[in-house]
């Protein structure tokens, strides 16, 4: 989708906003034993980083959709996916997650601007001058395309060495720019999108040590000279090499105390069973120790598409089943999973959800496709309502029974409201864009 269409598609889906906003605040009446809505009765959001080619897969967005506040794209935003080559900008996979996360309410994360990684070739091939140019024309690019979607960016991530030198990582921006490209891009940034929160992201910083040294004094150095900064980013990946520091907190606290709010951007721990719940307990009695750690990301949804997979870092098994450590950090949360709490198995509780995906697009319509799954106990009829943006018209709609009011159809089953527990469905329409490209909002799905 073009700059230009996505912010007035923004701005002609005021209604699918409200719609999305409905639809979670059902999601944190009804759900008090959901991340998010544990989350948010913290004053924190608690997000996910997401890959858009899962998106399709209806027990991965099932989750998502129930668990998380906020969501990170994981690779999509990266420069090697979103400016390949120079001037060419290419948003449709971050686009999509964008999208879904509006539809559903959820916040979105930007990751990352200026990295060293996942950086294309012709970034690197540059000279001092055209690369200054071409990094500010990457993060207008970016924070253009998405002005006022994004709460937080990473503006500048992994600066710093591993090791005990507190140095500079070496990088084109660093080799070829020096130190003062960071505050440049921070500056770019702000000028770019004034409302989003400008972040430095890093790794290996999350206790007190030479490199969160560093960092520290470098955030120290913007305050003092007003460079435009607004949050630091604990990547928190761990492990039995890089255990959860016990000065996590206390570090927290030391950045949040230059006047800098801090997010745990990251956040994975390999392992499993009570330990590794007793490690993601204290991770989150950290950030909720600390008044300005706002929230806490984990780095995707299940164990089975994680970087680090063999490691079984989530908080979701590789068949979406809530671990141990779900429950610890729910219950650090003020959550209750207690068996007998709504949604929980066994309770009676007829429930459902509904997730919608895009199958088809052209240039003047596409296939839509909601899928509906039963929640813990079997249900023999399911609704939920799609709200269409005003230009756009069904003009048909299969293995459903749609009712329109407006721009709004509720749609019931046609031969298929029988689902057994945890079993899906789907219904699907074709719509006519008439000049808007904007996604539908999907509201709660409710059995009976
Ligand atoms: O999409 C291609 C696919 O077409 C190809 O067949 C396949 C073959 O290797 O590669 C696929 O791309 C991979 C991509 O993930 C998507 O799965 C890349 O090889 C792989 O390198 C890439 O890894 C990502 C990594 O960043 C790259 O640095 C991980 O998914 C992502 O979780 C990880 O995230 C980083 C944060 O951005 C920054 N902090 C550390 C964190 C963990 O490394």
């Known amino acids: 989708m073009s700059m230009t269409l996505r912010r007035l598609t923004r701005a002609a889906t005021a209604g699918l906003v409200a719609a999305a906003a409905l639809t979670a605040a059902a999601h944190s009446a009804e759900a008090a034993d959901t991340l998010g809505s544990a989350a948010a009765g913290q004053g924190r959001y608690f997000g996910t980083a997401v890959a858009a080619n899962h998106l399709g897969e209806a027990d991965y967005t099932a989750t998502l959709d129930r668990e998380f506040s906020s969501v990170t794209p994981e690779n999509e935003m990266k420069w090697d996916a979103t400016e390949p080559s120079r001037g060419t900008f290419t948003f449709g996979s971050a686009d999509r997650i964008v999208d879904h996360a509006q539809s559903q309410g959820m916040d979105v994360r930007g990751h990352t601007l200026v990295w060293h990684s996942q950086l294309p070739s012709w970034v690197g091939s540059l000279g001092a001058s055209d690369l200054r140019t071409a990094m500010n024309a990457h993060i207008n690019g970016l924070m ?184 610890a950090v729910l219950s650090a949360l003020g959550g209750s999973g207690d068996p007998g709490d709504p949604g929980d198995p066994g309770d009676g509780t007829l429930s459902c959800t509904a997730t919608y995906t895009r199958t088809a697009d052209w240039s003047s319509g596409y296939n839509g496709q909601v899928t509906i799954t039963a929640g813990d106990e079997p249900i023999s009829s399911w609704t939920t309502t799609v709200t269409l943006p005003a230009q756009q018209s069904v003009s048909s709609l299969w293995n459903g029974t749609p009712t329109r009011s407006g721009n709004v159809m509720t749609v019931r089953p046609s031969w298929n409201g029988t689902l057994a527990a945890g079993a899906s469905t789907s219904f699907g329409f074709t719509v006519a864009k008439n000049g808007s490209d904007a996604a539908p909002a999907v509201g709660t799905c409710t059995a009976s």
């Not at 000028?191 to 910083?205: E, R, V």
């Not at 999350?206 to 470098?218: L, P």
Request: aromatic fraction near 10%; charged fraction near 25%.
């Open 144 to 327: 253009g395309h998405y002005k006022g979607e994004i709460h937080s960016w990473d503006v500048v991530n992994e600066a710093f060495q591993d090791g005990g030198s507190g140095a500079r990582r070496s990088s084109p921006f660093q080799d070829k720019l020096g130190n003062g490209f960071i505050e440049e891009a921070f500056r770019t940034a702000r000028a770019a999108d004034p409302a989003a929160k400008l972040c430095y992201n890093d790794y290996n910083t999350d206790g007190v040590n030479a490199k969160s040294n560093a960092v520290y004094d470098m955030v120290e150095d913007f305050k003092s000279r007003g460079v435009p900064i607004d949050c630091v980013g604990f990547q928190s990946h761990f492990n039995s090499n890089s255990p959860v520091p016990s000065d996590y907190r206390q570090n927290l606290q030391r950045f949040a105390d230059l006047g800098v709010d801090v997010q745990i951007t990251e956040l994975d721990i390999e392992g499993s069973g009570s330990a590794q719940a007793a490690d993601y307990t204290k991770v989150v009695e950290a950030c909720l120790a600390v008044s300005r750690c706002t929230g806490m990301t984990v780095w995707g949804v299940t164990d089975k598409y994680s970087w680090r997979s063999g490691g079984t870092p989530l908080l979701f098994d590789g068949n979406y089943q809530e671990k141990p450590a779900h429950d």
